[in-house]
């Protein structure tokens, strides 16, 4: 039977090169976004559930979808988030805090007690903070401090780490980060979706690594 990893928001960018890695690894992807991505010789996904993560109501019913069509689950990817520095307070709260939390609770019953492993994305500005968008900021800070607290509880037998990423070409905000800010980064680039992999792989195969936070971020919090 194939090892199943959930990840939400696998429609694009970061979420879709991370189906994409457990695909190659051999796992049945369960991909979980706001948007149908279809399926297909070419998709990463091979069961999908489209449901809207910025709310209370989407989170749980897809913990419900999970469960109806699951009886086990190895890897949870809290990845689904949005950056905006003119959406609505509610809503940046609950996808990229909230939502991480309630999918790792709820589904904690069903992730495997033989090596289970939760890997949440936040950001580098959950540890610089960004002025132009405190509560993102502060909504990856609790996340990196949801992994570590959780890493905890769950040890020895299931592990959580995080991912903070600094700037990647994704649509997480419209349009290239611009120049400004480039600047700011010692590497002088944005990051590609896939050059997130080789921090995914490791996490993924040393079984001795919980509670951490690797950041890729170009240098950018140095």
């Known amino acids: 039977m194939k090892r199943v990893a959930v990840v939400t928001g696998a429609s694009s960018g970061i979420g879709k090169a ?6 190659n690894e051999g796992f049945h992807v369960v991909g979980i976004q706001r948007h149908t991505i279809g399926s297909g010789t070419n998709s990463p996904v091979d069961t999908e559930i489209t449901e809207d993560l910025s709310t209370p109501e989407g989170a749980e019913e897809s913990v419900i979808m999970v469960g109806k069509q699951f009886d086990q689950i190895d890897v ?13 307070g509610g809503e940046i709260f609950i996808i990229n805090m909230c939502t991480p939390i309630l999918l790792s609770n709820d589904l904690l019953s069903l992730l495997t007690t033989a090596g ?7 950001s580098v500005s959950g540890i610089i903070g960004d002025t132009d968008a405190p509560l993102y900021s502060a909504c990856k800070a609790g996340i990196i401090n949801f992994t570590r607290s959780l890493a905890k509880q769950l040890a020895p037998n ?3 780490n995080c991912i903070s990423p600094g700037f ?9 980060a611009p120049k400004h800010l480039i600047d700011k980064v010692p590497m002088k680039r944005e990051a590609q979706p896939y050059e997130i992999i080789p921090v995914v792989d490791m ?4 079984p001795y690594i919980t509670g951490a936070n690797i950041v890729i971020d170009g240098g950018l919090s140095l």
């Open 76 to 88: 949870l990817v809290n990845n689904a988030g949005i950056m905006t520095l003119d959406g609505e």
């Open 168 to 176: 990647f070409n994704t649509n997480l905000v419209p349009g290239r």
């Open 18 to 23: 991370i189906a994409q890695y457990y695909h």
């Open 116 to 122: 289970g492993h939760i890997i949440n994305i936040a």
């Open 158 to 160: 299931r592990r959580v």
């Open 203 to 206: 996490l993924q195969k040393s």
